[in-house]
Structures are given as C-alpha cells and as structure tokens.
C-alpha cells in the first residue's frame, strides 16, 4: 500500500483537549514509530460561544459549516492549538513533515504569517505544505477585524505578497490589500517557495488552485469517483489555461478511518490513487463519540496496520 503514497497523521487535539508536553510527546512517539510521514494542524484563532447566539444568527453562522457527517461547529469550549507554534515545538522532536490542513489565510496578517512559516520550513529542514483556505466563520472573521466579505480577493493577493517574502531578499508589492515598500524577512525559508496547498471545492477553489496551487486538500464530502472527477477536471482545465502541468498538482484527501476497518481504508487509498493522490492525511477524529489520547494512539496504530506503513 505505500509505494509513493505519503501518508501523514491530524493532530487530533480538538477532541484530546489540551495536551500537556509529555503528552504530545507520547502522541508524536506513536506517529513516528508508525511510519507516518507528516502531521497536519487544523486552524482557529477564536471560538464562538454559539450558546449565546439567537437563533437567527446561530443558524446563519452553522450554516456555512461544512465539517463531517454528524460533527457540529467549532466552538469557544473546543482546544485548537496554535499550529506554527506546536510545529516549532514538535520539529525539535522529530524529522516528520507538517502540514496546515487548512490554515484561514484572509484571517491572518500575511507578512506575519509568511515570517512564521519560513521560521518553521527552516525548524523542520523544508517540509512544510501551507494548506489554506478562506474559512466559514463569520463570527470568527469579525472579531479578528478581517474582511469576510473580500476574503476571495485578499487570498488571492496573500498567495502573491507571500511567495515574494519567500523568494525576495526586499520587496515592494502594491495591490488593493497589501501595500509593501522595499521590505523583507529573515531568514528565508529553505523552500523558495515554501508550497501552498488549497483546500475546499467551490469552482473559485479548483480554478485559482489550478491557476496557482501546488496541491489540494479536498474536503471530506468529496469522496473517490464522480464527484473527485468533476472537481479534478476543473482543476486541469484551469492548470492547463494556465499553462502549467496538472500531474504537477498534489492531492491529499482526509481519511475519517474511525468508523473503517481495514478494507475500508485500503479501497478508500486505492479509489484515491486512482485520482492521482501521492499523499493521504488519516484523521482519528470524528467517531461516534470524541475518545481520550490513548483511543487516538490507538487509531492511529490501526490505520497505520492497515495501509502497511511499518
């Protein structure tokens, strides 16, 4: 089952809670010793206390949540780390890749963001993905005084400001959100550029990530066969207007494997592949009930069993 197929592992700590330092390191031992190859974060900077939302306001803001089957939005009582900083910690621990999966780009200042992870693809000697998106939650967006409405159009010129800091040693970009006269980071990543993945699947998504992506995270209800097809061509069809190479574009899809059993996981694998997928992200998260650390551990040695990774 491996072959080229790069598997990597969802840090699941939104359902663990907060995970004390020796308790990462018990999670991260499991993951190295089972062969995973990277850990991807997911990203909120603020929850919503959606107790306190009236019911018109409460249904607009889940309405846009698009998570899996049975799963409700997140909120202020859920952990979410903060991923540059636990990738960072968890580099000097380990030699593994990581991946955002996905980051809310338009939510966070780009300069800022593009200092950080270059800090990170240097910590973790060049495997970082930058997975991004323009996220769901409005409510989120307002309190971090970030344009939901134009989120479209700040992407689209972040992707741009931060391949430049990336690559540039000074630069000067002037577009209708970004304003840089003359300015730099230090020190430059190790990848120049460091990838960006795109997640979701709005035609938007799959023409800019075939126009610009490096790869994509696609999302849970994008299952293997038709509905794959369709978005992929897309994706090709943008690539190719663009005059880029589609078999160039990574593909990494989210295997929910706590209600799989072996089969399950290896068709899903198999169907996946047959798409052109050389990565595949297994989530441990998202059974009938959220479980404890060691019920993690588990999976993820289960899933890990099954795809023969060790």
Same mark, same amino acid.
């Not at 971090?144 to 990336?166: M, T």
């Not at 998504?205 to 995270?217: H, M, N, Q, S, T």
């Not at 997928?277 to 890990?304: K, N, Q, S």
């Given at each position: ?8 592992? /969802?840090?699941? %700590? $939104? ?9 990462? $390191? ?6 190295? =010793? !089972? ?18 939302? #009236?019911?018109?306001?409460?249904? *607009?803001?889940?309405?846009?949540? #698009? %998570?899996?089957?049975? #799963? ?5 009582? @859920? @952990? ?6 636990? /990738? ?5 621990? !380990? ?28 910590? !973790? ?26 989120? &479209?159009?700040?992407l689209e010129e972040q992707i741009e400001v ?18 840089? +006269?003359?300015? %730099? ?16 699947? &709005?035609?938007?998504?799959? *023409? ?5 992506? =490096? ?49 399950? /996981? ?20 998202? %059974? ?8 993690? !551990? ?6 890990? +069993?099954?795809?023969?990774? #060790?």
């Amino acid at each position: 089952m491996t072959g080229t197929l790069q598997a990597g592992i /969802m840090f699941p %700590g $939104d359902e663990t809670g907060y995970l004390e330092p020796e308790q990462l $390191d018990e999670w991260l031992r499991v993951a190295v =010793d !089972c062969g995973y190859a990277h850990i991807s974060f997911g990203d909120h900077v603020l929850g919503v206390d959606a107790a306190a939302l #009236s019911e018109p306001v409460y249904r *607009e803001w889940a309405r846009r949540w #698009s %998570g899996p089957a049975g #799963s409700t939005p997140y909120t202020h009582e @859920v @952990v979410y780390r903060e991923p540059f900083v636990l /990738m960072a910690y968890l580099a000097g621990r !380990c030699e593994l890749g990581f991946a955002t999966n996905i980051m809310v780009l338009p939510q966070r200042q780009t300069a800022l963001v593009a200092k950080q992870a270059a800090e990170v693809d240097l910590l !973790c000697r060049g495997k970082l993905r930058l997975g991004v998106g323009t996220g769901w939650s409005t409510i989120e967006y307002e309190a971090l005084n970030a344009p939901f409405g134009e989120r &479209a159009g700040l992407l689209e010129e972040q992707i741009e400001v931060l391949r430049a800091l990336w690559t540039r040693d000074a630069v000067s970009y002037h577009g209708r959100h970004h304003q840089l +006269q003359h300015v %730099g980071i230090q020190a430059l990543p190790r990848q120049r550029p460091i990838p960006i993945w795109f997640g979701g699947e &709005a035609p938007a998504v799959l *023409e800019r990530l075939g126009r610009a992506g =490096d790869g994509w995270f696609p999302p849970v209800h994008v299952t293997p066969g038709e509905r794959a097809e369709q978005c992929l061509r897309r994706v090709h069809a943008a690539a190719a207007a663009a005059g880029r190479d589609p078999a160039q574009i990574g593909i990494e899809p989210r295997l929910y494997m706590a209600s799989m059993d072996g089969d399950d /996981m290896r068709s899903f694998v198999t169907a996946w592949r047959g798409h052109g997928a050389g990565h595949i992200c297994v989530d441990t998260r998202f %059974g009938p009930t959220p479980v404890p650390l060691r019920e993690h !551990c588990d999976r993820m040695r289960r899933a890990a +069993q099954a795809l023969r990774l #060790s």
